[in-house]
């Protein structure tokens, strides 16, 4: 049974550039929701998916966008990228018709902007 | 404002010894509540996952939830140096949305 995946593991990026991460969610999982975590921070959520349609979104800029893809994968968009913006970004699945489904997360991508 | 709370730690205990971890949260309506567990240069993982008042055992993990007085704690029975690591509480602050809060962690160490 496959876990979440995420894709790639690390990125090194020059301030201004666009980046796109990508996720695919646990079997059986068709919500997706993007975190963010500084260093020694919790998560910050940036939104969740659900049918394809943003269903939720934290307090971050339209820089940050995404996207579900009919097979509940997702993507995260960030561009003009800031030095702030280095983080963890984690993708984290749950099964959406139960709104108090725990997240699972992948193992994240390591954003580095320079 | 929506908050979760931590005591940042570092949190020490000896081996075999009880680890207590605290969480309280803002929002009176909240209806779930997770603890995971982050090793350094990881991501998180679920421990437990609680949705009503008192405790909640699964094996050497117990979590605790007071919702009047908006709180919940995890207990490590027998601490174990393989559980040291951030634990995070997470609170799904319903119905405003199925949105996790996550706290900034506490920092535990297990020393052998």
């Known amino acids: 049974d496959a876990g979440v995946t995420q894709s790639p593991t690390h990125l090194i990026k020059t301030r201004g550039q666009q980046v796109t991460l990508r996720c695919s969610p646990k079997?059986?999982?068709?919500?997706v929701s993007w975190y963010q975590q500084a260093l020694g921070q919790g998560p910050q959520f940036i939104f969740q998916y659900y049918e394809e349609e943003e269903r939720q979104r934290g307090n971050f800029p339209d820089r940050f966008s995404g996207h579900q893809f009919p097979n509940y994968s997702s993507e995260l968009n960030v561009n003009a990228l800031l030095l702030g913006d280095s983080a963890l970004y984690l993708c984290?699945?749950?099964?959406?018709?139960?709104?108090?489904?725990?997240?699972?997360f992948g193992n994240g991508t390591r954003l580095t902007v320079t | 404002q929506k908050e979760v709370e931590q005591n940042s730690g570092p949190l020490s205990v000896p081996e075999g010894a009880i680890a207590s971890l605290n969480c309280t949260y803002s929002?009176?309506?909240?209806?779930?509540f997770f603890w995971y567990r982050q090793y350094s240069g990881k991501s998180p993982e679920l421990i437990m996952s609680i949705y009503s008042n008192g405790d909640k055992e699964d094996g050497r993990f117990t979590a605790q939830l007071n919702k009047a007085s908006q709180y919940v704690s995890l207990l490590i029975r027998d601490s174990q140096p393989s559980d040291s690591a951030t634990y995070l509480c997470a609170v799904n602050m319903l119905p405003t949305g199925n949105q996790f809060y996550f706290g900034t962690g506490t920092s535990l160490t297990v020393i052998p």
């Open positions: 929002d009176r309506g909240s209806q779930s």
């Open positions: 984290a699945s749950s099964a959406g018709g139960a709104r108090s489904s725990p997240l699972h």
């Open positions: 079997s059986g999982h068709d919500t």
